[in-house]
């Protein structure tokens, strides 16, 4: 069974590394881009089961970057994690579609149990 | 403007003449101006020294004019000079003031109608130019302000993201520990992840420190004196009828951080707007008192009505509880909460004989 494919996007080469170590350790296959606008060329390119992505990043930010996958690639589950949200943040990303809305302070098995409940929750959209 | 004396008392004129009788004409003028009358030349450089608000300067030593005058620019007084000279002088003033030197002759005692409006005028301008002057200070203040709100919030941001780096990679190492698959685990690597991350926070640190030095060194030490100056005007611009007494018990010659300064300023602000809400026509007496304390800031304000002692346990208790409180009242207890956070003491108490209320605020000393 082909592993579930996640886009892993921040701005941040330390915060990638760690999700990406982590989410490894669960068996998942991880992409990552720096920021919105490279993210949205892998998705032209690859399909990805998850995407987890920063909001405050250079070039595309996360809102900008939610609003272009609600507009062309709308079957793409998303997970918000940032390092301060604020509500205005948290009422846009759920107004985009974004499933989740986590703080990087978050501890390991809560985002592995919702990233894994999300994923595997099929055709909800 | 005849008979507000009172709005011109910080502007004061002054009147160099060796001859006090020499100047009775100009006592219709006294009632409606704060003049400061010295004899000679060596008075008034003396008087000059740490007066900045002189508005007009009336001399009528002609001989002298040029010593006068040069004396004025040097001090930079704004103040506009005036030489009282004789019907027969007239002719020769072009040669006795400097050409760079401006001033004005009066001739005596005729011009005193001119005199007045010449001296309302000057005052009228000294007045705006210090409100401009103010203004600015306060505009400045708030986009440094403003500044450091967003620089703070972008670190705060960078700080929290290195911090869950940290912890992420603290929590990787203790679950592999536990779960003793070490072997495959590069726990060094981790370890240098995470030293980075502190070194990184390091630095945002002195970056904010950095900050801190220039704001400290743009914006030198504020005294107090001048933080209820900018109150006084703030307010004159919101309530022009309310008239605030500032009285000084001791010598209080306490300078402030800017940011000390600000909530200050702030918490004053919050609340003489408060009572000048309850009740038109208020005169609330500032006093300042510096004692072993720190700096003591007592409000009293006569025939307050019953009203308008706030609840100090609605300051204390929940946020949320403030936030649905009347908005007049939000703006006034914000200002408390702030100084109090900021290591303050406040009380607020009526004195029920007389019906008057205090307010005692009281910082420590740095």
């Known amino acids: 069974m082909e592993p579930k494919h996640i886009l892993l996007v921040d701005d941040d080469t330390g915060m990638r590394d760690v999700l990406r170590d982590i989410l490894e350790d669960e068996g998942f296959k991880i992409t990552t881009a720096e920021n919105g606008k490279i993210a949205l060329q892998q998705l032209e390119t690859q399909t990805f089961d998850l995407v987890l992505t920063d909001l405050k990043m250079p070039q595309m930010d996360g809102i900008e970057f939610l609003e272009c996958i609600e507009q062309n690639h709308p079957e793409v589950k998303v997970i918000v994690i940032t390092a301060y949200g604020g509500k205005n943040n948290y009422d846009q990303a759920k107004y985009l579609g974004a499933f989740e809305f986590l703080s990087k302070s978050i501890r390991i098995e809560e985002l592995k149990k919702i990233v894994k409940g999300i994923i595997s929750r099929e055709n909800e959209i | ?366």
């Open chain 2, 1 to 366: 403007m005849h008979g507000e004396k009172s709005n011109y008392l910080s502007y004061p004129i002054v009147i160099v003449t060796p001859d006090k009788e020499a100047l009775c004409w100009l006592a219709e003028l006294e009632k409606d101006f704060f003049f400061q009358v010295v004899s000679e030349i060596k008075e008034y450089q003396k008087l000059l020294t740490g007066q900045s608000n002189i508005a007009a300067v009336i001399f009528d030593q002609i001989d002298q004019a040029s010593e006068f005058l040069t004396l004025t620019k040097i001090h930079s007084l704004r103040a506009k000079t005036f030489a009282l000279v004789l019907p027969a002088q007239l002719d020769h003033l072009e040669n006795i003031i400097p050409d760079d030197l401006s001033c004005q002759p009066l001739v005596k005692p005729c011009q005193s109608e001119i005199l007045r409006l010449e001296l309302v005028r000057s005052i009228e301008q000294q007045i705006w130019s210090r409100e401009q002057e103010l203004l600015l200070a306060v505009q400045r203040q708030e986009s440094w302000f403003s500044l450091i709100g967003q620089l703070t919030r972008e670190w705060a941001h960078e700080i929290r993201n290195r911090a869950a780096i940290i912890s992420l990679n603290a929590e990787i190492s203790m679950t592999k520990g536990r779960e003793q698959s070490l072997k495959s685990f590069n726990l060094a690597g981790i370890m240098e992840k995470i030293i980075e991350q502190c070194l990184k926070i390091s630095k945002t640190l002195d970056s904010i420190r950095e900050l801190s030095n220039i704001g400290q060194s743009r914006f030198p030490l504020v005294s107090l004196e001048q933080v209820i100056e900018q109150v006084l005007f703030l307010i004159k611009l919101e309530a022009p009828k309310v008239h605030i007494q500032v009285e000084k018990r001791g010598s209080v010659d306490l300078s402030l951080s800017l940011g000390e300064s600000a909530r200050l300023r702030s918490a004053l602000l919050g609340t003489l707007r408060y009572f000048g809400r309850i009740k038109a026509g208020l005169s609330p007496v500032l006093i300042l008192i510096e004692n072993q304390q720190g700096l003591c800031l007592k409000i009293c304000i006569k025939d307050i009505l019953p009203e308008a002692i706030v609840d100090l346990a609605l300051i204390d208790g929940p946020l949320q509880d403030l936030l649905s409180a009347d908005p007049k009242v939000l703006d006034f207890a914000l200002g408390i909460r702030l100084l109090k956070a900021f290591g303050s003491e406040v009380s607020i108490h009526r004195d029920e004989s007389g019906g008057e209320m205090i307010m005692m605020v009281t910082s420590p000393r740095r």
